[in-house]
């Protein structure tokens, strides 16, 4: 199925003891569908705040309800902040996030004075003179195959061994007089990576970060509402 929804209210995707998930919130619902427990498997893993245009899980189930039937079901029953867009039956071997081979994720910048109030939970209010022109330079940099570590947060899984080097096919910033909206496409991304991006790419427009090397220097992590997860992309059928 492929998702969107309004991570305001919610602490991530992942199933957290005690605390509102997307992921908990669509399992439970499929769970009640099903009359019994389903699990899911998201193409990712989004942090609290972080939002989702076409997020994509896998799941089994033996009921066999038409998927537009199923579509329909779990809309009604599922929070206003959650929507199903399409649901599709896949091969039994298909999976979300093992299959994925590219993601794209888009951060959105608020420039001006003031922010409007309806747009606040999905912006970063930044009302201060940045370097366009730097940040577009440093955009650029990020684009081929790199390790990425200096631009994780720490994790458990990032043992020794973890592969932390990620492709990047593009990596574009649009410069408007009252938004900046970065939209950055590769092969996967590590925890906070797109935050911290956007992070250094603030740096380069403040002229603390010189856009002529690699690794630069990670700017701060920026805050996740301003974060949407646009789409995976999975090999052709066949």
């Known amino acids: 199925m492929t998702l969107a929804y309004d991570g305001t209210e919610f602490h991530g995707w992942q199933i957290q003891p005690g605390l509102p998930t997307v992921e908990a919130t669509v399992s439970a619902i499929l769970s009640r569908i099903e009359e019994a427990p389903v699990r899911i498997f998201g193409s ?11 997020q994509v899980a896998s799941f089994d189930l033996t009921n066999p309800i038409p998927v537009e039937n199923l579509r329909k079901a779990m809309n009604r029953l599922l929070p206003a902040s959650i929507r199903i867009l399409e649901v599709a039956e896949m091969p039994p071997e298909f999976h979300a996030r093992l299959d994925a081979v590219a993601k794209t994720y888009e951060y959105r910048i608020y420039l001006g004075e003031s922010c409007p109030p309806f747009e606040r939970h999905y912006v970063y209010h930044h009302p201060y ?8 330079l440093m955009a650029e940099v990020f684009t081929g195959t790199h390790d990425m570590t200096v631009f994780a947060a720490a994790d458990p899984r990032y043992q020794d061994g973890y592969n932390m080097v990620r492709t990047i096919f593009s990596s574009v910033l649009d410069g408007q007089p009252e938004w900046l909206i970065y939209r950055v496409r590769g092969t996967g ?20 970060i010189q856009p002529d090397q690699w690794p630069p220097r990670c700017g701060n992590t920026v805050p996740a509402r301003g974060l949407f997860l646009v789409s995976v992309e999975y090999p052709p059928a066949g």
Request: glycine share 16%; no cysteine; aromatic share 2%.
């Open 189 to 208: 991304f590590l925890k906070h990576m797109v935050r911290n991006l956007v992070g250094t790419l603030i740096e380069a427009g403040r002229g603390n």
């Open 129 to 136: 003179p940045l370097n366009h022109a730097a940040m577009k």
């Open 44 to 54: 990712g893993r989004t942090d609290a705040g972080v939002h989702a245009l076409g």
